[in-house]
């Protein structure tokens, strides 16, 4: 099956750093989305970006399809944004998501 | 986005029982997931539930273990039977959204200790 590799595993910041989590995948996808998984456990959709950028707020996310990776953007990080951040991608015409390993983000006051 | 919500919220089972896991959305979908994330780990399908028809498991999963009921377009439960402390997991279902048939929105988990 497709594998799905994030990186940094870990991530420790001050409050008001920047930070860029990056995603690599091994095959062709139609569909990439990122989620944040707050200390409690929800998963929250934040973007569905199969390829291009798109900006929400602080995040945005860069999608380079033919080179197989996606990039998340945090600027003026807050203690909010703590948690852990998944990419999830499916095939073409496969619609069920193979979830990536997770960067664990901890944002200091 | 869907708002979906799962019970029990959390739970503590004993050893060789069941437990029953709720799902509902606020809205009529075609397919629901069921994800396991076990502790410190990522999300791992289990099946997708598609109303009128029998569950479809992704390998490493069976039915017996983890039988699946979609009774209308709106509901599902997931069962985890016959536990074992390998099954303290975060229990997750998941839907479409309506971004698209490609975007998927979470309940809030069902967290499961098994002592």
């Known amino acids: 099956g497709i594998q799905v590799e994030q990186s940094p595993p870990d991530l420790i910041l001050q409050e008001g750093a920047n930070s860029t989590l990056r995603c690599n995948f091994s095959?062709?996808?139609?569909?990439l989305q990122w989620f944040h998984q707050n200390p409690w456990g929800q998963l929250i959709n934040l973007f569905y970006i199969p390829s291009g950028t798109k900006q929400n707020g602080r995040l945005s996310a860069t999608t380079v399809a033919t080179e197989r990776y996606s990039l998340l953007y945090i600027s003026s990080s807050q203690t909010t944004d703590s948690g852990v951040y998944f990419c999830a991608v499916a095939r073409f015409g496969n619609e069920k998501l193979t979830f990536g390993t997770g960067t664990r983000l901890t944002i200091i006051p | 986005s869907a708002v979906i919500s799962q019970k029990p919220s959390r739970d503590i089972c004993q050893r060789g029982t069941s437990l029953t896991i709720q799902c509902q959305v606020d809205?009529?979908?075609?397919?629901m997931f069921w994800y396991r994330q076990q502790p410190g780990q990522s999300l791992t399908l289990i099946a997708t539930?598609?109303?009128?028809?029998?569950?479809?498991?992704e390998s490493g999963f069976v039915i017996d273990k983890f039988p699946i009921s979609r009774p209308n377009l709106t509901f599902s439960t997931l069962t985890v039977s016959n536990m074992s402390p390998e099954d303290s997991s975060i229990y997750l279902c998941s839907v479409p959204g309506a971004g698209g048939p490609l975007t998927q929105y979470f309940g809030p988990g069902t967290r499961l200790l098994v002592l």
């Open positions: 809205s009529q979908v075609t397919m």
């Open positions: 539930a598609n109303q009128g028809s029998e569950a479809t498991y």
């Open positions: 095959d062709s996808v139609n569909n």
